[in-house]
C-alpha cells in the first residue's frame, strides 16, 4: 500500500505560478513512477507529468515548457512547478504512484487560475 498526501494548491491570477508537492508513505520501496494528473470541470483526469525512479520526465504538450517535475528520494517527495500559469490549467491536480499494475492516488487539490 502507498499513501499519497498532496499540497500546494490554491487560487492565483493569470501567469503566476504554484508548486504542488505530493509525499509519499508505505511500501515507497516499490514505487516506479509518479506523476500527476488533473481533471477540470466536465472533463476527464488527464495526464499532467510524470517521472520515474530513473529521473525520466514526460509532459502534456499543454504545459510543456511551463510545468516541471521534480522528485526528492530523500524525501520520498514529488513536486510540480507550474510556472506561466493560464486559466485553462484551473483543475483538481492528482498525485499517482505507480506499483508493478497498481495505480495510487492521492486525495487531489484545487488550483485556480483567475484571468
Known amino acids: 500500500q502507498v499513501h499519497l498526501e498532496e499540497s500546494g494548491g490554491g487560487l492565483v491570477q493569470a501567469g503566476g505560478s504554484l508548486r504542488l508537492s505530493c509525499a509519499a508513505s508505505g511500501s515507497i520501496f516499490s514505487i516506479k513512477a509518479m506523476g500527476w494528473y488533473r481533471r477540470a470541470p466536465g472533463e476527464q483526469r488527464l495526464l499532467v507529468a510524470t517521472i520515474t525512479n530513473s529521473g525520466s520526465t514526460n509532459y502534456a504538450d499543454s504545459v510543456k515548457g511551463r510545468f516541471t517535475i521534480s522528485r526528492d528520494n530523500a524525501k520520498n517527495t514529488v513536486y510540480l512547478q507550474m510556472d506561466s500559469l493560464k486559466p485553462e490549467d484551473t483543475a483538481v491536480y492528482y498525485c499517482?504512484?505507480?506499483?508493478?499494475?497498481?495505480?495510487?492516488w492521492g486525495q487531489g487539490t484545487q488550483v485556480t487560475v483567475s484571468s
Open positions: 499517482n504512484a505507480v506499483v508493478q499494475i497498481l495505480w495510487y
